[in-house]
Nanobody, 127 residues
Framework: QVQLVESGGGLVQAGESLRLSCAASARTFRSYAMGWFRHAPGKEREVIACIRCSDRSTLYADFGKGRFTISGDNAKNTVYLQMNSLKPEDTAVYYC????????????????????WGQGTQVTVSS
C-alpha cells in the first residue's frame, strides 16, 4: 500500500511561514502529479497547488499564487509547500495527494484525479 507521509504543520502567528513536506513511503511508487489541498471548517476541500512530476510544471489556485509555492524532488518522490505571510484564514487541515492517472488536457489540478491521500496535517495561524 502506498502511504503519503506529511510533516511540517503546526501553530504559527500571522505573518510567519511554514514549509510542509510530503513523501510517498513506497520506494517504487511513481506518480503523474502531486498536490496540496486544504480543508477548513465550514468549507469543502480545495486545491492549493499541484505539480506534474515529468516536467515540474505547476498549477495554482488563485488564492495560492504569490504566498504559496509548490516544489518537488523527484529523486525522493517528495513535494513541498512553502507558505509565507500566513493569515488566520489559512487555518485548515492540509493534505497532500498523488495521482497515478494522467490528464491529457493538462488538468492535473482536478481533485477527482487524485487517488492517494495523506492523513492531513493541521495548520493553525493565530492573529
Amino acid at each position: 500500500q502506498v502511504q503519503l507521509v506529511e510533516s511540517g504543520g503546526g501553530l504559527v502567528q500571522a505573518g510567519e511561514s511554514l514549509r510542509l513536506s510530503c513523501a510517498a513511503s513506497a520506494r517504487t511508487f511513481r506518480s503523474y502529479a502531486m498536490g496540496w489541498f486544504r480543508h477548513a471548517p465550514g468549507k469543502e476541500r480545495e486545491v492549493i497547488a499541484c505539480i506534474r512530476c515529468s516536467d515540474r510544471s505547476t498549477l495554482y489556485a488563485d488564492f495560492g499564487k504569490g504566498r504559496f509555492t509548490i516544489s518537488g524532488d523527484n529523486a525522493k518522490n517528495t513535494v513541498y509547500l512553502q507558505m509565507n505571510s500566513l493569515k488566520p484564514e489559512d487555518t485548515a487541515v492540509y493534505y497532500c495527494a498523488a495521482t497515478s492517472y494522467i490528464d491529457y488536457n493538462n488538468n492535473y489540478d482536478r481533485l477527482d484525479l487524485y487517488n492517494y491521500w495523506g492523513q492531513g496535517t493541521q495548520v493553525t495561524v493565530s492573529s
